[in-house]
Nanobody, 125 residues
C-alpha cells in the first residue's frame, strides 16, 4: 500500500511562489510515475504535471506551462511542484498521485493508482 502525503500549501499573493512536496511511503517510489492534479470548488479534478520514474520525461499542463515545474528526488521518496507567478485561478486543492508503472508520463486521473489527501493553495488578488 502506497501512502502519499502532500505539504507546502498555503495562502500567497498573486505573483508569489510556493513549493509543494509529496512524500511517499510503503512502496518502491523510484519505480513510479508521479503526477500533480488540482481541484477548484465546483470544478472537476484537473491535470497539472507529471514526471516519469527517472525524471527523463516531464510534462505540465498548458495552463501552468512556464510557471510550474515538477521534479523528484528518489533518494527522499519525494516529488515536488514548484509554482511561480501564481494567479488567483491557481487556487485549488492540489493532489499528488502515483502510478505503479513509471515509464510513461500520465495525464489522466484514471491512470494513477494512489492518491494523497491534498493540500490547499489559495492565491489572493
Amino acid at each position: 500500500q502506497v501512502q502519499l502525503v502532500e505539504s507546502g500549501g498555503g495562502l500567497v499573493q498573486a505573483g508569489g511562489s510556493l513549493r509543494l512536496s509529496c512524500a511517499a511511503s510503503g512502496g518502491i517510489f523510484s519505480g513510479y510515475s508521479m503526477g500533480w492534479f488540482r481541484q477548484a470548488p465546483g470544478k472537476e479534478r484537473e491535470f497539472v504535471a507529471t514526471i516519469t520514474w527517472n525524471s527523463a520525461n516531464a510534462y505540465v499542463a498548458d495552463s501552468v506551462k512556464g510557471r510550474f515545474t515538477i521534479s523528484r528526488d528518489n533518494a527522499k521518496n519525494t516529488v515536488y511542484l514548484q509554482m511561480n507567478s501564481l494567479k488567483p485561478e491557481d487556487t485549488a486543492v492540489y493532489y499528488c498521485a502515483s502510478a505503479l508503472v513509471g515509464t510513461m508520463v500520465r495525464r489522466f486521473a484514471n491512470q494513477y493508482d494512489y492518491w494523497g489527501q491534498g493540500t490547499q493553495v489559495t492565491v489572493s488578488s
